[in-house]
Each structure stands twice: as structure tokens, then as C-alpha cells.
């Protein structure tokens, strides 16, 4: 009877393991999911800077950062149908504000790097121009390795130094904090060239007076951006992604971009990425 009553007994308890696992694998997916989590609070944690743009900005007096990745956050966020709330950092932040929770999306033109890609996601691309450096012509500097002993403007950061020291060990990185900053120091003679999106170079450079500025021909850095991600969340990650799909595909993102880089052609359509890439 004992042998019963033991088999009987074993019988309920692995019932009742075979019920709590269930209802654990049930259960955690919906309470751990960030994309759930967000249609619950009614809100879209944005992370965005006050000084980058046409990426993320705010103008003096003004209370919300304006830009191309902010406008794109917001359609994000209209998707979800909930609010989007900014959080503002600095760009030293921008991944540990993401690994504690402080902001669900960073939005300020983040460039999509495999050694970032370690400790976070991003989404599809949604700006695809690739690093070229910027010079006033009258400087007669065509190649990169005439910076050798010369300075050059970055934004702070930029994730490319390791890269241009390798390249040139006796280039002079000057750190600015924000991109208007940079080129103006260019136009003003205070610095030899700025590294930047070729996209916006060329627009500022419009703005500012195309033929008295030039591209060093000799450099060309692949460079893609899109919004820094939680990592581990593949459906918020997802339905990002699928935003964006939507928001190329209606012509949508394509206004977004001239908007905001008013005169520059657009060359890239938001994709994808290649298996592997990220």
C-alpha cells in the first residue's frame, strides 16, 4: 500500500512540476516582453540629445528635441498607439540607458557597429551614408593623410578615433558638442576638416556655400544608423522594424528625410539587413 500510496504521491508531484513549468514558460514571456510591457504603460521611452542635429536637437527655449530620428520615434510610438516621453542623455549614455530601462529607443543617429551590436539591438537602418570628411577647398587638402599633424573636427562621440589613428597616428581629434559647432570651426579656419555623415556635410556645406568646401576623396567609412534597441527583445525589435518597412513602403520615410536634409539626395531605402549583419 505504501508502494501505492508512493507512486500516487510521485504521480501528484510531478503533476503538479509539469503544471508550474507550464504556467512559468506561459506566463514569463508575456511579463518579461517589452513590447507588451510599453502597450501597458501607454508609453514610449525615447532616448534623444539636445545638441545633434538634424538627428536630435532642441532649439533654445523649446521643450522637446525635434530631428529625423525623432519624427521616425514618433511614428513608432503613434504605431503602438501610445505616447512617446523623451529622455534626454548624452551620447556616453545612450547604451547603459538601455541596458537599465531608462529608455526603451534611442533616437539620435546612432551608428549600428558590431562591437555596439554586442550589448545592444538595433533596428534596420534608416540612414545610409557613409563617413567622408569635409575641408574648405581653399585648404588644397585631397587626402586623408595630409592630416598628419592637422586637426580634425568629431562630434563627441563619434566612434571612429581607434580607426583614423590607425590610419594617420599624428592626426589631432578635436571633439566638439554638436555637429553645427564642428563645421563652423571648419569654416572658420579653427580646424582642418570635420568628420561626419556625408549626407549632412553636403547639406551644411549647401547652407553654408558648396563651392568654398570640398570632400577629401580618399576616405569613405561605411556607415549605417538606426535606433539603439534593448537587446533580447526580438518583438519590440520586430514591430520597429516593421514601422519602418511600412513607413518606407507608404513614402513616408522618404519625407522625413527631406525634411530634414532639405536639398540632399537620398540614396538608401530602408531594408532588411543581410543575414548576419547584426
Known sequence: MAHVFG??????????????????????????????????????????????PPFSSRNPGEAKSIGYDVDLAERVAKKLGVEPVQVTLRNQDRINFLKDGKAQLVAVGMSRTPERAKSIDFSYAYLDSPHKIIVRRD?????????????????????????????????????????????????????????ADQVLLLAMAEKAGADDFMLVPDYDGPRTSGFGLPKNEPHFRDFVNATLMELEASGEAEKIFAKWFSGAKRTFRIAPDKPGTY
Open 7 to 52: 507512486k500516487t504521491r510521485a504521480g501528484s508531484l510531478l503533476a503538479t512540476v509539469c503544471f508550474l513549468t507550464t504556467s512559468f514558460f506561459l506566463v514569463t514571456p508575456v511579463s518579461a516582453d517589452l513590447l507588451d510591457q510599453i502597450r501597458k504603460d501607454g508609453k514610449l521611452l525615447v532616448g534623444v540629445t539636445d545638441s545633434s
Open 139 to 195: 585648404a588644397k587638402l585631397t587626402s586623408m593623410f595630409q592630416f598628419a599633424d592637422r586637426t580634425l573636427a568629431l562630434n563627441k562621440g563619434a566612434s571612429v578615433d581607434d580607426e583614423l589613428k590607425a590610419a594617420v597616428p599624428t592626426i589631432k581629434l578635436v571633439n566638439f558638442d554638436n555637429y553645427d559647432l564642428c563645421f563652423t570651426a571648419v569654416k572658420e579656419r579653427r580646424v582642418d576638416g570635420f568628420l
